[in-house]
């Protein structure tokens, strides 16, 4: 299966002169400074931008910058800053809701503690549903205006979806039922309490990092003719507010890093990222639009479990792969080093120093994706074909306890960078045909595959799992990866828990839902988790 995507190619300014060096710096200061103008400009009229679509966008911002930047660069930052501010508009649009609550769940404290003892109320958590009304509401503070009845008559009479129709309808009979100025004012007022709060604080861009793309007949990337010359490539790209002027960028070139540029080398169908780097460098990044393979949908499924004290993967089927510890070791003593000179409040680290902390996780990383390659290789000679990780955006894992290297699990974490491990498994794993699935990572850990209890007491150690109602016992990490393989294999679990992805190849993702919900889905189909854990351990 194809998808639409993009490739890129990286290159690093070599032999760059000062004053070309800050020509490009001030031009990139200059688009930074414009690019927060229309910013401010947006985040005073939220109501009015907030429903465009892209090209609506660039539109109305267009007499703001006409004249000041060619168009190379005007479109990629228009797009900037339209993408910005979609974080926002769905927020506004999110608060612009109207819902009942339907009912309350209260959570009381479990065990005893400094501060609270137990059955203390601890949280309260509001079940909210949307009644025709609220519909209305919702609709009255997103679009309501002062023509909104006579739009409203005009698209019923014309709609000929008959459930769009019928949405119509509900409205217009509860403007007439309740009053179009009673719903306009209370719609109204909301609307202007969310959007008051959020114009307080425009967004403001701080990266100079910007985008274009060329418009000269010559190739956007030229080779040296002269053989013995240090410098052996060149980025022409168009500059300034005139596209026939070139501004030409030394850099490095590699025909074994950067192979086979055919493609990149047309301007005028490759765009260019340009930016900045501490050690006054220029990193440019050309890339064009192509298509992509994906694996198809998949059937022979297997669970995974990240992890990071015992192993780095545990497989549904027992197999399991973990991380250069030696090398964990060495940069975990280079990192105590440093923190204890940095009690030192005059301490800088030193290039050397730096130089090697960041050489030594480079070279972790380079492990870690080597693992994952022979796990991949040895799927696929079992002619497994889709894998099922956790979604780990966002994973903190609140541990105050250190390892054997006195270094805390924590910052062990940030370096294995476990949360980024699904991105590199689906990189790899793409080039192996093995499909990829995400499900929730919440409750993995702690819920028994047999009888699908849910208890912080079935875990006995960080290697042992013995449930506290049916007595099923097994290794810790291996349960986990077999409760991550069932929420898939399940259809019940699937189709509460997940949904289709984005790539419409058949794998899946997890739906938006708290912790909560996630618990209360798996408690509530605790009856059927018997049978799906028999199945699994027989596939297994």
């Known amino acids: 299966m194809k998808i639409n995507s993009r490739y890129s190619k990286s290159f690093y300014s070599y032999e760059l002169s000062d004053t070309k060096y800050h020509e490009i710096y001030d031009f990139a200061c200059y688009l930074n400074g414009i690019k927060n103008e229309l910013s401010i400009e947006v985040n005073k009229n939220l109501l009015h931008f907030h429903n465009m679509s892209k090209y609506e966008f660039h539109q109305a911002i267009l007499p703001l910058v006409h ?267 280079e990192l105590l080093k440093v923190d204890s000179l940095k009690s030192n409040k005059d301490y800088v680290i030193g290039k050397r120093k730096a130089h090697k902390i960041k050489h030594l996780t480079n070279e972790l990383r380079s492990t870690i994706r080597y693992e994952i390659s022979l796990l991949c290789k040895k799927l696929k000679s079992m002619s497994i074909d889709h894998a099922v990780l956790e979604d780990l955006n966002g994973f903190e894992d609140k541990c105050f306890c250190k390892d054997e290297n006195g270094l805390n699990y924590n910052r062990r974490i940030k370096l294995l960078k476990l949360s980024s491990i699904k991105d590199e498994f689906e990189h790899i794993a793409r080039k192996y045909g093995i499909a990829v699935s995400l499900v929730h990572s919440y409750y993995t850990s702690q819920q028994c595959l047999m009888c699908g209890c849910i208890d912080k007491n079935n875990r006995k150690t960080q290697e042992e799992f013995e449930c506290v109602e049916c007595g099923y016992k097994s290794n810790a990490d291996l349960n986990a990866s077999r409760n991550i393989l069932k929420r898939v294999v399940s259809t019940v679990l699937r189709d509460k828990l997940l949904k289709n992805s984005k790539l419409g190849n058949g794998t899946f993702e997890p739906k938006l839902l708290n912790r909560h919900r996630v618990k209360e889905v798996l408690l509530s189909l605790r009856y059927n988790l018997s049978t799906i854990g028999e199945e699994v351990m027989s596939s297994t």
């Open 67 to 333: 004249d000041r930047i060619n168009s190379n660069f005007y479109n990629h930052m228009a797009d900037d800053v339209f993408v910005a501010y979609q974080n926002k508009f769905n927020a506004i649009k999110k608060k612009l809701n109207f819902n009942m609550v339907q009912d309350y769940h209260f959570i009381y404290y479990k065990r005893n503690s400094k501060k609270h003892s137990i059955g203390e109320l601890k949280e309260i958590h509001k079940k909210f549903v949307s009644t025709p009304l609220t519909i209305t509401l919702t609709y009255l503070a997103r679009y309501g205006n002062n023509d909104i009845l006579d739009y409203l008559l005009e698209r019923f009479v014309s709609e000929t979806n008959h459930e769009k129709e019928l949405f119509y309808a509900s409205i217009i009979d509860h403007i007439y039922k309740y009053g179009l100025s009673r719903l306009m004012s209370l719609a109204m007022s909301k609307r202007q309490r969310i959007i008051k709060k959020y114009s307080e604080n425009p967004i403001v861009f701080s990266s100079l990092t910007f985008r274009g793309r060329s418009r000269l007949t010559a190739d956007i990337l030229s080779y040296n003719k002269k053989f013995n010359s240090k410098i052996k490539a060149f980025i022409n790209i168009s500059w300034g507010n005139n596209d026939r002027k070139k501004l030409t960028i030394p850099v490095k070139y590699s025909k074994d890093f950067h192979k086979d540029m055919k493609r990149y080398t047309n301007g005028k169908d490759t765009s260019y990222t340009l930016c900045f780097d501490e050690n006054n460098r220029i990193r440019i990044i050309l890339s064009y639009e192509g298509e992509r393979d994906i694996p198809d949908n998949k059937t022979n499924f297997i669970g995974i479990d990240v992890n990071s004290k015992h192993n780095l993967m545990q497989c549904s089927n027992g197999d399991s792969i973990d991380y250069d510890r030696k090398l964990v070791e060495t940069l975990s003593n």
